[in-house]
Structures are given as C-alpha cells and as structure tokens.
C-alpha cells in the first residue's frame, strides 16, 4: 500500500474556495487518546486539532513544516509558533465522531499571521478559535514572512488582507 | 514505597497566601512527551499543564475530579469543562525546565469559575492564561456550584468576589 | 462541507485482501505534536496510532467504539482493553512524513483479539508490535466477543484462525 | 515561589535502596489528560509516566536529556531512543489516583540499558513493562555510553551487572 500523495488525496483536507469564502478544510476523528473521563473530547485535543489544520493548510499552500525547519524555505531554520490563542468551546464531541477543522486567514503580519478556526460536528459549530502564529528562526528572534509564504496565505485571503507588510509581530 | 499523601506532601502542589495573593502553586518537569521538533515544549502542554494545577487547586480545597464525577461532592455527577479561554505564549520552555503553574481565582458564576493561571520559568512568566470553567452534570446541564465548593474558591478568592451568587454561567 | 463517510471516503483507511493477506491499513501523517525534542516521533505516538489502526479496522468491520461502550453492540457496556503489547521501534521517522499502519488478526480467544500490527514509512518497516486486547465490560469483567464481532474478525482472518471459541482470555 | 530543587526536593522521585535492591520511585497523579471515554488511565499513558520515570532516574544519577541533547554529557549530541518494549496491562487506574512508576537497571550493553519498570497503585502493581533504550547520536548512530553514565547506571545495578562492555548495542 503505497504512501504517496496520490494513494491518500485527501489526507492534508482541502482548500475551497466558495459564497463563504477561501478555507482550509481537514477531518478529524475522534479516537480514545482524544477523549477523556468525563467521556468527551479532551479539551486540549481542539489544540491538537487545529495544529493540523493550520499545518496542512500551509503544506496545500506548498510549504511543509520539516521544510521551514530545514531551512530549505526560508533564509534560516524556522518555525510557525503560536504566540497568542482565544478559544470558545461550545459543544461536546464524543468518540467516534468525525469533526471538521475549518481555517481561514484573517490577517497577515510582518512576521505572522492570525487565523481563524473553528471545528464542526455535523455542521454545528463546536469549538471557535483565533490563533496568531509567529515564524521564529532557532535563535528565537521572528523571521520576516518569505514572499512565497506571503503570497501563498494573502492568496488564501483573497484581498481581504490589507495589512500586508503592517507592523504587527 | 507508599504512595500516602505523607510520603509525597508537595504532590499537589501549595496553596500560598501571601502579600501577591491567594493562589495555588503547582511545579511540573518538561518532559519528552511536552516537547516537539522545534526544540521547544508544545503549545498544548501549558493547556495540559494547567488543568493539572486548576485540578489540584479543587482538590487541595477539599474537592478531587473524581468525587464531583460520581455525584458525592454535588446532587448528581458532574465535571467541570473548560468554556473559553484565551492565552498567551510569551517565550518558549525546553526539555527538562521546572516550571510553576500558578491559578487564581479571578470571578466565581453561579456554575462558573474564571480563573487566572501563568506558567513561570525561573521566575520569568512563559505563558499566561485566563480560562473560564463551568461545572456540567453528565445531561450536559450547568450544575450550580455546592456551597462547598463555592465557598472553598470564595475562601481562595478571600473577599475580591463580590459577584458570588450571580447570574453568569 | 460535508463530514459524511462520502465527503471522506478513505477516513477510516481501508481493508485490503490480497496476496499477502487480509489487513487494515490506515495512513497517519506525523504532526507536532506527534514529535519530540529529539527531532522524530515521540515513541509514544506508535502507541497512538496502532490504537486508531485497531479502532478503524473494527469500524469497517461494523462494529465502532461507541456502540460498544453504549451497549448496542453486546449485551452489556464494553470497550477493547489493552491486555499486552510488545513493541519494537526500528527506525524514526519525522515530521510531515505520511505513515501506514497495518493492522492483522493474528489470533481469536474468547474475550480477546491477538493482532499484528506495524508502521511503515515508504514501505520500510519502523515499528511492529503485537497487541493483545480484551472486551472489558464496565464491571471489570472480560466479555465474550459476540457472534457479530467474531465473525467479522474472523472474517478478517480468513481460515487461518482455529482457536476460535478457545480458553484464552 | 521558587522553582529550585530546594523547593520541591521529590519532584525527580527519589532514589530508593533496600532489601528489594536499588531503584528510582516516582510518583505520578491521574489527571484528565491521562484518561480515556473508558473511564480509566488511557494504555499510552503508561508508556509516557515510564518515560517520566526513565528521565528523572538519569536525572538523579547526575545526567539530564538535555545535557545528552547538547552534546555536553557525550563526545556528541546525543539522545536515549526506545528501541524495545514489552508491557503488561494488569489492571486500570483511574482519575486522581496516585500512582508510583519504578525503574530498575536490569542489563547494560555497550550503547544500551535495558531497565524493569512497574506501574503501582497503593503497593499493587497495575502495569509492567521491559524496556530498552539505546543512546543514539543526531547523526542516528548509537553511541557508547560513556564512562560517567555507565558507572552511574551500573551503581543503580550494584554488582548484578556482569555484562558491562558487552557486545548488545
């Protein structure tokens, strides 16, 4: 059973682009190490979950992590970390359930990007979050978006981004 | 080796009172298991970490998670589940840090609690968190607080709640 | 965005029946937060995975998790436990890597399923592992498979199973 | 509060060495994070508490992963990697137990040690496991133990250890 891309399409979701506007879309279930005592989702694996989204959102867009790491993406050895997170659990999710991590690109920094996520059971919202991330080289100091990453995630964000090049961390 | 609250007294962590405040202190390791390929602790673990310190903040308060989840600490079984949250990553932990996970109570809801929780490396703040619980019976239903419960985080919270008894959830 | 079986029809990965024999395999993308300090998968992130591997394959075969544990799926309230497990960790493997799990009936007892499960990465094996699980009722006790859940796995195990009905637990 | 050794003297565990032989105890509580739906400690949970245990052991005989990671407690940087494991499963824990993980030396190879771990519960065991972990260099060469580690795992071992320098990687 071959590994390649094409033997798994939708193993890093999609991005659509429709009326409700350009998104990255991922599945999720929900498995034992995800759920806890209370017998619902761990509140921590919304976290877990929207790492994903937002990492394979960016691999769709044609950067993977290991590459930013690599340094092979940028000028120097780097990664997206999350500097800031606002999170609203609205529902509880149960084993077995197959929840979708949405993402969207709300604003693009200088050296970061603010996204918007929300995970969906059935279609009825369960968990909203605004999560900032910053690209930090190894010595900790943030790294300048590249302009391919830039115009990978402003093209996610269709226009809608007016702050590009802003001041923002 | 016996595993009595005597011959591990710090296991739960200290609830100190001093001229900074009421608030329960908790040490955790960074261990493997926290950290990632950045080098660096996950972002997930502090939200980890801190669940460990609000749950031994109830349980040195005379209240542990699995006396609330049988019914014996309330009228029916209940837990309580993280509402919101919002959080900042202020700088990273690495693999083998000692750090303090310390919570406050900040505003006590008729079935809610918000409480304020920074995690500090050597005495610089890492992480800081502000995160609302809300106690749940297994129907899903709010569970208004015990007056024990109530009055243990009253206690915690000595006299800075004046909203106890109010209508928020 | 649909998050019916169609939308994502590969989800629970795929049982596949050919020369080398009846199997379940499941692709699972290495994330961050499957990863440590040491720059490649945490260990215990095996563990993790071969659980969704044995999950999904018994999803296929009709049966999920939650039925069992509701009751719908047996005569009482049961979940697969893990008994015993011997593992062997034989090469890393790291971030944004896309790896396949197999998972195969090894052997049949009366409360319990042997199976032989391992992790490739391009089709080199790095990890294997034999699991021994048992249905567990919420009492404590071991539960005979029902007919459904046997034979489906038998089923999976086409032929090669003659201890069926046996002592072992 | 202080993050010292000073300040929370057990948070490593302890170094035990009586009748039963020479092993390193500690003590790990259940938190929500460590459980499943099922109700009780998720299996991969074991795997990570051992982690604990086989990290503070090194801890108190003088090395610490990080030491290893840097490359300053070894000619190169370097890290201890699970390269076998067999456990047992003897019995669920549940939420807010207590629980005491502990580590024995039971072979040293030239890059390997091989160590009994046992998970208890007020002095019953609920899990065991055989464990061995080979030093291994960033390049993903083993690496021999150094003289330092050695002696302070064979010191652990106190005198069963015959096969000191032999040929087990």
């Known amino acids: 059973m071959s590994a390649t891309p094409d033997a798994w399409p939708d193993l890093a979701g999609r991005i659509i682009d429709d009326e409700t506007g350009r998104r990255h879309v991922l599945p999720v279930r929900v498995y034992f190490e995800d759920t806890d005592a209370g017998g619902i989702a761990y509140h921590a694996s919304y976290i877990r979950w929207c790492e994903r989204g937002r990492t394979d959102f960016l691999r ?13 993406a940028s000028h120097e050895p780097a990664a997206f970390v999350v500097r800031r997170m606002s999170c609203d659990f609205l529902r509880p999710a149960r ?8 993402t969207r690109v709300k604003e693009l920094g200088g050296a970061s990007v603010t996204l918007l996520q929300m995970v969906l059971n059935e279609a009825r919202r369960v968990f909203e979050a605004e ?12 790294v300048r978006l590249s302009t391919a990453v830039r115009s990978a995630f402003a093209q996610a964000d269709q226009g809608k981004v007016l702050g590009i090049g802003g001041t923002k961390a």
């Open 60 to 72: 769709l867009l044609g950067t993977d992590s290991r590459r930013l790491i690599d340094g092979s």
């Open 95 to 102: 084993m077995d359930d197959v929840l979708i991590v949405e």
């Open 131 to 142: 999560v900032t991330v910053v690209l930090v080289a190894v010595s900790g100091k943030p």
